[in-house]
């Protein structure tokens, strides 16, 4: 395919996946325009906690750890040092972004957390969410990561809505810790775009690719809709899925 083939597809894909993009910024968005209780801020905290955590054998942060661990002895004898300190970067980016909602947690209790209390806090919608990505992977390799890779943050929706908000000493700590995290992660799709386009080398990879946008992302959304308590109604999730939702300029940035 010529580069041009590959724009079109690539953008074709974008705009088609904005919609649960801006999905993800609607239930954001609904929940933090009414007062909420402190246990209502809590359920969505711990969730936010336990996918940058992630405290499970297989988790990210375990697992990069364990790469770090490996590939230091190869270190300049096979193990580029630039890539070496990329995954040391990737690492500390995602700890941080649990450090800055774990921060807010403590806050709210009163008291310390602990990774066993994070651990609990994996819902329904966020299960199956991992169970259809490793399914992909395991199904369709490389291609199906990368798909993942293009969904992953849903376009930083929730992260944009939590740091427009303020007012309070909680939306106050909410808004800072979402900037910290959209300004990290703002620029993920636009990287798992560009991936995803190096890796699918026809007209089927982007079909292919382009179910496995729609599952994952159709199911990211239903995952925030839970992760937020239901603000919105099942109607309103299916209406997003059929694309009835405006899209904000903002995600035209992915367009390219």
Partial sequence: MDATE???????????????WAGESEVARTFFAAPRSKEEHLRWLWLQAYKELQPRTDGI?????????????ELEAGVDRTDFLGTIQFLEEE?????????IIQHLLGRPIT???????????????????RSYAEEHGALARFASSFCEGGGASI???????????????????????YDDEVDHAAHGADELAGASNSEADWKL?????????????????????????????????RGEIELPERLARFIV
């Fill in 209 to 241: 690719a382009h179910e496995m946008v729609a599952a994952i992302s159709a199911q990211r959304l239903r995952m925030r809709n839970e992760q937020f308590g239901f603000p919105l109604s099942d109607e309103r999730v299916a209406q997003i899925d």
């Fill in 95 to 103: 700890f941080r972004h649990y450090v800055l909602f774990a921060d």
């Fill in 6 to 20: 590959v724009r079109g597809w690539r953008n074709e894909l974008t705009k088609f996946a904005s919609r649960w």
């Fill in 61 to 73: 942060i375990i697992r990069l750890i364990e790469k770090l661990h490996a590939e230091y002895p």
């Fill in 159 to 181: 992260y944009y809505e939590g740091s427009r908000i303020g007012g309070d000493p909680v939306s106050d700590a909410v808004a800072r810790a979402c900037k910290g995290v």
């Fill in 115 to 133: 990774i066993p209390e994070v651990a609990k806090y994996e819902y329904e919608q966020e299960n199956k969410l991992r169970m259809l990505r």
